[in-house]
């Protein structure tokens, strides 16, 4: 593995940690929150998936899981000296400007001016820190996890005094810390050729942010109750909504990667689709809990022939047989429609299938224009592509998880527990909601289960 470390310094948007505050609009979907109670509106309330606060807290989870997805690849890119890596490089930098002008948004220029400084002081640290491992001087990987350590304490205290108190230091200094283990961990073991473990160390990283989410949005809408219209982001089908949004964008995202890995035949090819496996298992064990083993195996077929036709675009690709392309298209068209069809029955009509061939349409655009963009170079191209799938997601979980509440409204009843006075903590999940209806949440993530794509050798 090429360990080249020439472009680290250039891109000094690398690395970053992700805690912020963020106000900032969320993406939608093509279905609707149908939830309401028109005799009870405190009860329409919990029962929505879609109110100013949960929507703020999907908002945080979008940016906070994008950019600990985003840092992990891109410490890989870095120290591999990958042709695509200041694209991606780049694309962490987007993410870091929304989460800066979101900042800015709310508390003023000064504040997201602030931000920013500390924000590239941070990145600095993680830079130094791949430079070092790529140069193998330790005692310099050293230095950057002090500088890191020192960062963590001062940023917890001004996330404290930024939230009046309402994000305690101590823990929020506890939950950085684990944030930053995660991102070295991964790093560390892809270095070390431990492939296995760099891939749970990344999925930790990025579902560890949907805890950060929760715990930034309880206390921004606590802090500023009146522009949120006294909404709570901590309800069952808030936690609903992150739940799915967390394995869409999850599938989305590991799913562009593992094509990027499939067609280089790259060393981590394996282990970078069985991350992706993981999640599809999750899908279909939470199919099989709510509908049972039948409804969970028939999950597993329908998911592996969709895969079969990715499988044969990518290997298309590889032999440069367009006739093979084209044919992997249309049979994920065929089976954009079966499978929008149902789902519209499987909802009793909550999610239309015309509305949901054509998210399912622009799904599989993203995903294949960003893999043919990567295969052409036009790297640029297709890490904006892979945001926007990666983006979208949420949009489907919002749309998937609306469906639900208003399907089954007496389980998403119960009252929002007390907010955790850190922004590390994680959601605790109602019994029924977060294991359901991923269920739902899988079938609309059909243009991205990837994990067996393999590029075919040349002799």
């Known amino acids: 593995m090429n360990k080249s470390n020439s472009h680290m ?22 279905a609707h929150d149908h939830a309401s ?43 591999d000296g990958a042709e695509d890596f200041e694209a991606s490089a780049e694309a ?9 002008a979101a900042i800015a948004s709310v508390y003023g220029d000064e504040a997201g001016e602030a931000f920013d400084k500390m924000w590239n002081d941070h990145i600095g640290y993680f830079v130094d820190y791949v430079n070092a491992t790529a140069e193998g001087d330790e005692a310099g990987k050293e230095e950057a996890i002090s500088q890191l350590d020192n960062y963590r304490a001062d940023f917890s205290e001004f996330l404290e005094g930024a939230t009046d108190g309402r994000l305690d230091a101590n823990e929020l200094a506890e939950g950085l810390q684990e944030h930053v283990h995660q991102l070295i961990w991964a790093f560390d073991s892809y270095v070390d050729e431990d492939y296995d473990a760099a891939y749970d ?51 989305a995202g590991l799913a562009a990667f593992v094509m990027q890995k499939g067609i280089d035949g790259a060393d981590d090819f394996d282990q970078a689709a069985a991350a992706l496996d993981e999640n599809t ?4 064990a939470a199919i099989a809990s709510v509908y049972g083993d039948e409804a969970g195996d028939a ?39 079966d499978f929008s069809q149902f789902l ?21 655009n993203q995903l294949v224009e960003a893999f043919d963009s990567y295969n052409a170079g036009e790297f640029e191209t297709a890490y904006d592509q892979l945001r926007e799938a990666y983006g979208h997601m949420f949009g489907v979980g919002e749309g998937v998880s609306g469906a639900v509440v208003d399907q089954f409204p007496e389980n998403f009843e119960a009252m929002p527990s007390d ?7 994680g959601s605790e999940n109602p019994g029924f909601s977060i294991q359901m209806f991923s269920l739902l949440a899988a079938f609309l993530l059909a243009g991205s289960g990837l994990y067996v794509l393999r590029r075919k050798q040349n002799a």
């Open 9 to 30: 310094k250039k891109a000094a948007v690398a690395i970053p940690l992700s805690v912020s505050l963020v106000m900032a609009p969320t993406i939608s979907a093509f």
């Open 37 to 79: 109670s028109e005799s009870n509106p405190k009860m329409e309330t919990m029962a929505s998936v879609s109110t100013p606060a949960s929507d703020l807290r999907a908002t945080l989870d979008q940016y906070l899981s994008e950019h600990a997805f985003l840092a992990a690849f891109t410490m890989q890119k870095g120290i």
């Open 92 to 100: 962490l930098n987007g993410n870091t400007e929304d989460l800066t």
């Open 201 to 251: 160390n990344l999925r930790e990283a990025t579902h560890h942010m949907y805890g950060v989410g929760k715990g930034l949005s309880g206390a921004i809408t606590d802090q500023f109750p009146e522009d949120f219209d006294e909404t709570t982001p901590d309800t069952p089908a808030a936690d609903l909504r992150a739940d799915l949004n967390h394995l869409f964008s999850e599938h």
């Open 281 to 284: 298992n999750e899908l279909s």
């Open 299 to 337: 999950f597993k077929d329908m998911w592996n022939d969709h895969i079969g036709y990715f499988v044969d675009y990518v290997t298309a690709t590889a032999e440069e047989d367009e006739a093979g392309r084209e044919e992997a298209i249309a049979n994920l068209d065929n089976y954009r429609a």
């Open 344 to 364: 519209d029955d499987a909802t009793d009509g909550r999610l239309d299938a015309t509305e949901l061939a054509d998210g399912l349409q622009m799904h599989v």
């Open 419 to 425: 907010m955790p006075k850190t922004g590390f903590g």
